[in-house]
């Protein structure tokens, strides 16, 4: 299949594809139904996460509170308090790197919605997807959750291959692909692409899907931002798979 002409520049494709979050960001700004889809799971995760944290708070300071009085420590001794102190940052660090855990899983549905209020102002603009009823929709949502957990388990594989010499480049790369794989599968999969059509996509597109994935890898390692930059790599995604489909025609 002839390679699209935009393509042909390698490195001005990794470079569009590096930049797609800041022009994601961008759109989101300009667009307010893009900006309400992006702030309603991270709002939903936060509050979640306030009344889990508080309970925790509280039901860890009473069970180190009885724990220290069976042992004969007074819990507002200095050993009791650097205990409590450490048993508090350890469940800060757990509570922020599950953060974007949760909030990818809680924002499935609505990361679909934001990709598809999106479509429309794409460049060029992606054709309007066949209409499905809530029980296809829900099934489509299904398929999404899937090629993410797909995703996220290649990219775990390639993270451990990444300790073999000489693979760990390949390794690396791969991890960057299989991120934007997981982000280009909402506009596709309304169009009834599979899995297939997923990983095609990524070979024909190699250096702008790693371009990509090398910027998503580095947001999502930060913890809680990665979470809010869930929305931008929803947005990429769609604006990357819409100049594509514009490249071929």
Same mark, same amino acid.
């Given at each position: 299949m002839e390679m699209p002409s935009w393509m042909f520049s390698r490195t001005r494709s990794f470079i569009y594809g590096v930049t797609l979050p800041l022009s994601a960001l961008r759109l989101i700004a300009a667009r307010p139904v893009l900006i309400f889809w992006s702030v309603v799971p991270i709002g939903l995760t936060l509050g979640l996460y306030y009344y889990l944290i508080r309970w925790i708070d509280t039901t860890m300071q009473g069970f180190l509170q009885n724990y220290f009085a069976s042992l004969g420590w007074n819990p507002n001794g200095w050993a009791a308090v650097s205990v409590w102190i450490f048993a508090k940052l350890f469940m800060i660090i757990v509570a922020a790197l599950s953060f974007s855990v949760s909030a990818s899983i809680l924002a499935s549905p609505f990361n679909d919605w934001l990709a598809e209020c999106s479509e429309p102002w794409t460049t060029p603009p992606l054709p309007k997807a066949p209409s499905f009823s809530w029980r296809g929709k829900a099934r489509l949502i299904g398929i999404d959750v899937l090629k993410s957990l797909l995703a996220l388990v290649g990219t775990l594989l390639a993270l451990v291959v990444a300790w073999v010499p000489v693979l760990n480049l390949v390794a690396l790369l791969s991890a960057f692909l299989l991120v934007t794989f997981q982000f280009i599968s909402y506009p596709q999969t309304r169009r009834g692409e599979?899995? *297939?059509?997923?990983?095609?996509?990524?070979?024909?597109?190699?250096?702008?899907?790693?371009?990509?994935?090398? @910027?998503?890898?580095?947001?999502?390692? =930060?913890? =809680?931002?990665?979470?809010?930059?869930?929305?931008?790599?929803?947005?990429?995604? @769609?604006?990357?798979?819409?100049?594509? *489909?514009g490249s071929k025609g």
């Open positions: 599979g899995i *297939q059509d997923g990983l095609r996509f990524l070979w024909r597109n190699v250096f702008a899907c790693a371009g990509l994935g090398a @910027t998503l890898s580095f947001l999502f390692a =930060i913890p =809680i931002l990665s979470s809010l930059c869930l929305p931008l790599a929803v947005v990429s995604g @769609t604006l990357l798979y819409a100049k594509a *489909q």
